[in-house]
């Protein structure tokens, strides 16, 4: 495989991409070339047949704590202007597979709006989230304010936004930013999120992707729009191999064997 300077790629299932943050020193703390290889390497896990989903995770002290700020704090409007500064830093959003976020630690600024770009989080207890932009004389860029808005709703976003305030894994629970708190030990979150990987990966790749997208669709159309796309795309399965034989497996009482066709 690529050899990549701050990330490591690894497959520790046949069907399951591990991509794991790889700045120590730095907290993980995102730049450019960081995302170039982050979007590289999963993009090229989202195009592998034999993948079925993909797990994100930093290391035990920070997931990521945020955009570098020493790359960032002598651009000038126009740097940032021209070059499209973070545009590509949100490719993630658009895999077609599903990325689960395994945070550890620090989530903060693009660290907590990376992991809010991934399908599901699950945080160790030492997780903290926040948007600590505000103390930097700025907000946040990598869609912070609009995904947690829809996640938390208005006044929990304002307060992370304005006050920069970091919250623990608990209230991160609470508040429904992570889907799950996973029990303490290093490395537990890794091997939980690995293992719903893997489980994705047992279905048929046809229909999990189709459940990603009718889920991301709730938070673009209407409910009226959503559920008639929802029922379309569910209509659709039925043209699928996949549809047949989890069905007729059922039926027959055996586990399905599916194609991914
Ligand atoms: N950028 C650059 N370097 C960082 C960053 C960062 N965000 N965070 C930590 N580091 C570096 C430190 O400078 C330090 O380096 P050195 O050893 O050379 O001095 C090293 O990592 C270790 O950090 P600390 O010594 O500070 O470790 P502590 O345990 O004392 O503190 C904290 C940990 C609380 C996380 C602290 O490091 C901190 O406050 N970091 C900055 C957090 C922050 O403000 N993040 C928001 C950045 S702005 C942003 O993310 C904009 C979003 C843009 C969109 C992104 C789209 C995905």
Same mark, same amino acid.
């Given at each position: ?13 046949? =069907? &399951?991409?591990?991509? *794991? ?27 592998? @047949? ?25 651009? *000038?409007?126009?740097? &940032? ?9 949100? +490719?993630?959003? =658009? ?30 207890? *030492? ?29 929990? *976003? ?11 894994? +608990? +209230? ?8 799950? &708190?996973?029990? +303490? ?56 191999? @996949?549809?047949?034989e989890g069905m007729a497996a059922f039926a027959e009482k055996r586990?399905p ?5």
């Amino acid at each position: 495989g690529t050899q990549y300077e701050n990330i490591l790629v690894s497959r520790p299932e046949p =069907n &399951v991409v591990l991509v *794991t943050l790889n700045r120590p020193k730095a907290l993980n703390a995102l730049n450019s070339a960081l995302f170039k290889e982050l979007n590289k390497a999963l993009a090229e896990a989202d195009q592998d @047949d034999s993948v079925g989903a993909m797990v994100l995770t930093g290391s035990e002290k920070a997931f990521a704590a945020g955009a570098d700020i020493k790359e960032m704090k002598d651009k *000038t409007y126009s740097d &940032v202007y021209k070059n499209k500064f973070l545009e590509n830093w949100s +490719e993630i959003a =658009n895999l077609r597979k599903p990325v689960i976020a395994a945070v550890s630690g620090f989530a903060l600024g693009g660290g907590c709006e990376l992991a809010l770009m991934c399908d599901i989080i699950l945080a160790s207890p *030492t997780a903290k989230f926040g948007q600590p932009e505000i103390n930097l004389g700025v907000i946040p860029g990598g869609g912070g304010s609009q995904r947690l808005a829809h996640t938390i709703g208005k006044s929990k *976003t304002m307060e992370l936004v304005l006050t920069g305030r970091n919250i623990n894994a +608990e +209230e991160a629970e609470r508040w429904g930013i992570v889907s799950r &708190v996973v029990g +303490e030990g290093e490395g537990q979150v890794v091997k939980e999120a690995l293992s719903v990987a893997k489980l994705i990966a047992s279905k048929s790749q046809i229909a999990v992707q189709a459940g990603k997208e009718v889920v991301n669709a709730a938070y673009e159309l209407s409910l009226e729009e959503g559920l008639r796309f929802e029922r379309r795309i569910f209509h659709g399965l039925f043209a699928t191999n @996949d549809q047949k034989e989890g069905m007729a497996a059922f039926a027959e009482k055996r586990k399905p064997n599916f194609t991914h066709s």
